[in-house]
Every structure is written in structure tokens, then in C-alpha cells.
């Protein structure tokens, strides 16, 4: 198991993570505290909701409402590089003039 | 009368900037529905920027990394580990079972793809170069066992149909009167 290799972009087991056994320290530890106490803060404030015995609507989610704002605004962020305007034409220029000479030719043949 | 009032109504829709059926109403905005500062933005720059889009998306400000700014339409999201829902804890109490997330935690820019019915990042239960070996072993055996089938054929002995009565000589529009030649299509 020494020579254990993950496939790629696959994750390794908690187990063979050298990080779980080498790398401790105490800022390691404080910050996992503080992630704990960020998660237990929104969970403080969903279970109040959804306890409430007066509550007559959904619980609304706001990380859920940014992340569908931010996956279909894009937009505004846009700008073009080299990168994305590659990426725009072989996308939608691209097929567009190969699938009319295609079409165009097998009609014709 | 009545088209006053439409035309006035149609003004107030116009110039109110609000959300839901309260903003129809009264032409005011409502104060549910999220604040305007809650909504994902565009890159930060500063670490004020940072700190307060780290505070907005529930992440530690060490933690908080948004997508490097190549204008490919990210804003500020913050980049989490791409890591699919397949991977956490099936025992903890999550607010969400099927989707092993809690209530407000920040969504991976992929979740879509993450969920238990699509994409999977968990360690793969055999080695990669042993995956590799098995596969593509188990592929080329068969090819090269098909290629050699191709060359070297094997079925059972055929041999061109024999017909009685002399090769069907009558049938065939032969001579009733004249004696065929005898066909032995046998040996004993």
C-alpha cells in the first residue's frame, strides 16, 4: 500500500493521507474549530426555523439563491480574453459553417 | 377611469426595483427575499473585498479563494474542493440526506454534477495502474483473439449441394427420351 497511486482527480482515502498524520498543529486545529462553529451557527439558525411552531412558509436558502444567481449571471463577469473567445468560437462559430458544408454536401451527393 | 388607473399602475411597476408581489402593490421594496449585499458580485480585490465576501459566503476569509479572475464569468464565487457529495459522511445528521449538505452551506460551483447520481471523486477501490492493466489487458485479449479469428477462420466442412435423380436431369429440362449420364454422388 506504500505505493498506493489515486486515479486521477479521484481523491485518497482518509486512511493512506499523510496530512492526517504528519501535519497536525494546533492552527490546524483552531481553524477546524472555527469551521465548526460556522457550521454550527447555520445549523443553529435552520433548526430554529424549522422548529417553529408558527412558521407557515418554505425555509428559504440563501446559499442556494447565490449560487443559481451566480450560475446563471455570468455575464457581467464576462470578458474577453484569448481563452473564452477560443472557447466562443469553437463552440458556436465553428459548427455552425461545418455543419453547413457537411449538410451541404451530403444533400448534394 | 380605468385606464388612468392601469397607466399609473404600469408606472409604479416601472419604477419600483423590488421582488414579489408586494413590490406590484405598493411600488416599495420588500424586505424579504434576501438582501441586495447577500447576492454573489464580481472579483474582490481588496482584502476588505475578501473579508466581506468570505463573511457573505459563510467561509473562513483563509479559506475563501474565488475563481482566478480570466473573465470567464465566476464574479466571486468562492472555489471549493471539487469533491462530489459522494464523499461525506453518509452517518452524520445532514439537514439535506440525499444531498449530504447542510442548510446554507456554500454550493460548490459544480453541484449539479457532484450529486450521488452523477459524477463520483471517492477513492477508486483498486489502484489506478491496476485498473489500467485490467481494462485495457481485457480489451486488446479480445482484439487481437478477434484479429485472429478474421485470419484463420473456423466453421463446419461445406461441401456444394447434391441433387438425386442424376443432378435433377429431368428438372432441369433434359431429354426424356435419352439415357443421362449416371452421377454417383456417393461412395461406399
Given at each position: 500500500m506504500a505505493d498506493y497511486r489515486e486515479a486521477p482527480l479521484a481523491t485518497r482515502p482518509r486512511t493512506l493521507d499523510p496530512n492526517d498524520y504528519f501535519n497536525l498543529s494546533p492552527e490546524k486545529r483552531r481553524a477546524d474549530e472555527e469551521r465548526a462553529a460556522l457550521r454550527a451557527n447555520l445549523k443553529r439558525q435552520y433548526q430554529t426555523q424549522l422548529n417553529n411552531p408558527h412558521r407557515k412558509e418554505l425555509i428559504e436558502d440563501p446559499a442556494l439563491t447565490r449560487w443559481v444567481y451566480a450560475r446563471s449571471n455570468p455575464y457581467p463577469h464576462f470578458r474577453p480574453t484569448f481563452k473564452t473567445s477560443l472557447l466562443g468560437f469553437a463552440c458556436g462559430v465553428f459548427p455552425l459553417f461545418a455543419l453547413y458544408y457537411i449538410f451541404k454536401t451530403d444533400r448534394v451527393r | 377611469m380605468a385606464g388612468v388607473g392601469f397607466r399609473k399602475w404600469a408606472q409604479a411597476l416601472t419604477k419600483s426595483k423590488g421582488t414579489g408581489i408586494s413590490a406590484l402593490l405598493s411600488g416599495c421594496r420588500a424586505a424579504?427575499?434576501?438582501?441586495?449585499?447577500s447576492l454573489p458580485g464580481s472579483y474582490p480585490t481588496t482584502p476588505e473585498e475578501k473579508a466581506a465576501a468570505a463573511k457573505k459566503y459563510n467561509i473562513r476569509v483563509e479559506d475563501y479563494e474565488p475563481y482566478?479572475?480570466?473573465?470567464?464569468?465566476?464574479?466571486?464565487?468562492p472555489k471549493l474542493p471539487?469533491?462530489?457529495?459522494?464523499?461525506?459522511?453518509?452517518w452524520y445528521k445532514w439537514d439535506h440526506p440525499d444531498l449530504r449538505r447542510n442548510w446554507g452551506e456554500p454550493m460548490h460551483w459544480d453541484f449539479d454534477m457532484y450529486i450521488r447520481n452523477r459524477v463520483d471523486t471517492s477513492?477508486?477501490?483498486?489502484?489506478w495502474i491496476s485498473m489500467c492493466k485490467q481494462l485495457f489487458g481485457f480489451i486488446g485479449f479480445m482484439l487481437f483473439m478477434f484479429y485472429i479469428g478474421e485470419k484463420f477462420p473456423s466453421y463446419q466442412p461445406v461441401a456444394p449441394k447434391q441433387y438425386p435423380y442424376n443432378n435433377l436431369y429431368l428438372e432441369k429440362?433434359?431429354?426424356?427420351e435419352k439415357q443421362p449420364e449416371e452421377v454417383k454422388n456417393y461412395g461406399i
Open positions: - | 424579504s427575499g434576501g438582501s441586495k449585499g482566478p479572475d480570466k473573465g470567464e464569468g465566476f464574479g466571486d464565487y471539487d469533491r462530489s457529495q459522494h464523499e461525506r459522511d453518509p477513492p477508486s477501490p483498486v489502484d429440362g433434359g431429354d426424356p
